[in-house]
């Protein structure tokens, strides 16, 4: 499958070098076509991978990864072009953080409205699927290594995009029975709104390879 990866940082990183080992052809995007970290990162990963800007990874995907920080992921989507994004699943793994005032960072949307929600009104021709935002990049390619079973969350407005979204996560390690759909994009509230408890555990034990554990 052709995906493309939006983001140079760790999280882009992690994700884009996890698809390119399963053996997907991977374009990773930036703001400009020489972003060094890109072409690094290309050059390191074999035939599969290769660099581009925003609209050509865009263009290039079947399946979107946005990777940015929440506060450039808005800008980011829109260089990447509405056209390049049309009829296609946007996986949003990004969190509206506010570090301007330092840290911990807070919510620069929450209670009422999800950064998820604003990715898809913005682009209604796409499929929005929020989904591992609620854990360390390490974890959300490799979940076996925690010895013990745990979940993440998929919100979302298709079935079918949702479907596919299972199925690319059941490739990085995740059982069926630990993927939790909770319904609509709107319910990206309540794991964007999850990101000041993880960061302040984060904090406290300088150790991000943990998880949540739904417990019936």
Known sequence: MKIAVMGTGVVGNTIASKLTELGHQVMMGSRTKDNEKAKSWAAENGKNASAGDYSDAAGFGEIVFNCTKGEASMEALKQAGEKNLESKIIIDLSNPLDSSKGMPPTLSISNTNSLGEEIQKAFPGSHVVKTLNTLWCGL?????????????????????AKSKVKSLLKQFGWQDEEILDLGDISTARGTESYLPLWLRVYMSTNNGAFNIKIVR
Do not use: C, Q, T, Y
């Open 140 to 160: 959300m390619v490799n979940p076996r290594m925690l010895k013990d079973s745990h979940n993440i969350f998929m919100s979302g407005n298709n079935a079918e």
